[in-house]
């Protein structure tokens, strides 16, 4: 179970991300200290490099002054002082003889580094060399210079301190940078999953989903993160889906509810029908009814692919250039006579040269749905008003009022809803989807289509369209 949760552990994000996290932390301190040990090791090097030259000008004017013999009892004081295994000389001449040396019993393993004498010999002032002792760690730090002209000296300084310092660095590095890394790691592992716990909400709540609940929501801590912003995301397509499923949900029982009532008459009628004796009369009525009803629900129907189709983008209609103006009145013209059936006086205001870009049949069906809808439920003697004027440099609005029964306030939030139909629209024919359709085509032409209602003295329906170009030839008329 234990090596189970490691295993589980392992393929999370936070744990790679702590790993990632780690690496780079010990990467980076390891080249922090590789670059803090040559500077070390550069600065220490560069001090006994200055007291081997410091004593070899000593040497050099104890040569100028008192000669020979003066330079080997300096260097003999020197030597004697730091300690036999600290430093050692040699005098020697330009051919390598020694004529001259400290007591090199400790460093009898050290000899003269030809290539430093020949780099002396051809003019080189002083010449550093770092000798390995055989069968020791130590090493030594060796200057050649001239102190005559045919004296060499070959002075070196034991760098045993300066390692064992070096060497105290190294473990005070390793030590520290254990705990640096444990640290490291607990500090790693807890920011990120810190940081991923927004991705986790997202988890528990797309589970919460997967188990049918559309109301879970992620919580949002509001610390403006890119996991607040994942998270506002992922709400706003929750509530996208929402909306959609619970759309579906009501279409579906809206479309189940609404097609039962004609399929109970279409069976019904021919039950009756054929219940009775032989009649060519009574089968020709059941036809006519039957052939009523099938159109009442291929128009449905129709209607509802339509309103899919357009809501969805899925119509690639080629939008052209349309004279809204003529447009709107030659559909006031078309329901002209109905009005006047029905007492109503209809009236028509639009302002000239009103142009729109987009589907002209589409355009004309919206308006018709309008103008129909308005003719339903305004009473004989009432009034209708259509007006199409411009609202600024770039939009078009187009007011549709009637004096008819009006809406309750309760169900204006509802009258766009597929198959949605009030309480006076139920001795109406109809199947709740005229509104709907009109609302669907003016958004798809980008605009907006608004509604005010008072009980008893009608509602205005109000649609917005962007103008394209005015006083320019329509096309598509």
């Given amino acids: 179970m234990f090596f189970d949760k490691i295993n589980s552990a392992r393929r999370t994000l936070a ?21 803090f040990y040559m500077l070390v090791a550069s600065v220490i090097e560069k001090r006994i490099d200055e007291d081997l030259l ?121 030590t520290t940078m254990s705990g640096l890394l444990l640290l490291a790691v607990l500090v790693g592992w807890f920011m990120a999953r810190r940081a ?27 610390r403006h993160s890119e996991i607040d912003m994942l998270a506002h995301t992922f709400n706003q397509m929750l509530d996208r889906i929402q909306v959609l499923v619970t759309g579906t949900r009501q279409m579906n029982d809206n479309i189940a509810h609404d097609l039962r009532s004609p399929i109970a008459r279409i069976r019904g009628l021919a039950e009756i029908t054929l219940s009775g004796p032989p009649d060519i009369e009574a089968y020709r009525q059941m036809s006519e009814s039957t052939i009523e009803e099938c159109d009442r629900l291929l128009d449905m129907i129709n209607t509802m692919l339509t309103i899919s189709r357009t809501e969805a983008g899925v119509d690639p209609s080629a939008h ?49 749905n309008l103008i129909d809808n308005a003719l339903k439920y305004t009473e004989s003697g009432g009034r209708i008003s259509v007006a199409l004027a411009a609202k600024g440099d770039d939009t078009v609005r187009l007011d549709i009022a009637d004096s008819g029964v009006g809406i309750q306030a309760g169900e204006l939030p509802k009258i766009f809803d597929r198959f949605y139909r009030g309480d006076h629209s ?52």
């Fill in 15 to 35: 744990f790679r991300l702590t790993l990632w996290y780690a690496l780079v932390f010990v990467a980076s301190a390891v080249i922090v200290f590789i670059l």
């Fill in 426 to 477: 139920r001795s109406q024919t109809g199947a709740g989807l005229g509104l709907s359709l009109a609302r669907v085509i003016v958004r798809s032409h980008g605009g907006q289509l608004l509604v005010q209602s008072e009980p008893g003295k009608g509602s205005v329906f109000s649609v917005e369209l962007p103008v394209i170009f005015q006083g320019q030839d329509s096309v598509g008329e």
């Fill in 196 to 222: 991923l716990s927004g991705v986790g909400s997202l988890t528990r709540t797309a589970r919460q989903i997967s188990a049918r609940d559309l109301d879970a929501r992620v919580p949002v801590s509001h």
């Fill in 54 to 174: 410091g004593q070899r000008n000593e040497l050099a004017r104890a040569y100028a002054l008192q000669g020979v013999s003066m330079v080997q009892r300096a260097a003999s004081f020197y030597a004697q002082a730091a300690g036999q295994k600290k430093v050692f000389y040699r005098l020697f001449y330009q051919s390598g003889i020694v004529f001259s040396s400290s007591n090199m019993a400790y460093w009898k393993e050290i000899g003269i580094d030809r290539n430093a004498v020949e780099m002396i010999l051809a003019g080189h002032g002083f010449v550093y060399v770092t000798h390995a002792v055989p069968g020791r760690h130590e090493k030594v730090r060796v200057i050649y210079a001239r102190i005559g002209k045919t004296i060499l000296l070959q002075m070196g300084i034991s760098m045993e301190e300066a390692e064992r310092l070096l060497q105290a660095y190294k473990k005070i590095f390793a």
């Fill in 320 to 368: 052209k250039i349309v004279d809204f103006s003529a447009l709107v009145r030659d559909a006031c013209d078309l329901f002209q006579p109905l009005a006047e059936d029905k007492s109503i006086a209809l009236h028509c205001q639009a302002e000239a040269d009103l142009n729109v870009c987009g589907d002209r049949p589409m355009l004309q069906r919206m308006v018709a």
